[in-house]
C-alpha cells in the first residue's frame, strides 16, 4: 500500500519560512517524479514544484520561484519543499505527489496523493 504522509505545516507570518516533507513508503520511491500541489479555499489544485525521478531536474510554477525549493532524498525516500518569504497568498493546503514522469505531473497524471498539510501565512 502506498502512502504519502506530509508534514511541516503550520502558521507562519509574512516573510516567513517553512519546509515541508513527505514520507513515501510502498513504492519504489527513486523511481517516481514527485512533486507538491496546493489548495487555496475556493480555488484549484495547482502544481507548486516538481522534481524528476533520472536527474534530479525540478520545475515550479511562475508564482514560486526563487523562494520556493523542492529537493529529494532517495535514502530516505523523502522529499522536501524549502519555502521562504512566504505570502498570504500560499495559504493552502500542501499535497505531496507522486507521479511516473515530470512532464506527466505537470498536466496533472498523478499516481498517488498524500492526504495534505495546511500551510497558513498571516499578513
Known amino acids: 500500500q502506498v502512502q504519502l504522509v506530509e508534514s511541516g505545516g503550520g502558521l507562519v507570518q509574512t516573510g516567513g519560512s517553512l519546509r515541508l516533507s513527505c514520507a513515501a513508503s510502498?513504492?519504489?520511491?527513486?523511481?517516481?517524479?514527485m512533486g507538491w500541489f496546493r489548495q487555496a479555499p475556493g480555488k484549484e489544485r495547482e502544481i507548486v514544484a516538481g522534481?524528476?525521478?533520472?536527474?534530479?531536474?525540478?520545475d515550479y510554477a511562475d508564482s514560486v520561484k526563487g523562494r520556493f525549493t523542492i529537493s529529494r532524498d532517495n535514502a530516505k525516500n523523502t522529499v522536501y519543499l524549502q519555502m521562504n518569504s512566504l505570502e498570504p497568498e500560499d495559504t493552502a493546503v500542501y499535497y505531496c505527489a507522486a507521479s511516473q514522469a515530470l512532464a506527466t505531473m505537470k498536466i496533472g497524471g498523478v499516481d498517488f496523493w498524500g492526504k495534505g498539510t495546511l500551510v497558513t501565512v498571516s499578513s
Open positions: 522534481v524528476s525521478w533520472y536527474n534530479g531536474i525540478t
Open positions: 510502498g513504492l519504489t520511491f527513486r523511481t517516481y517524479a
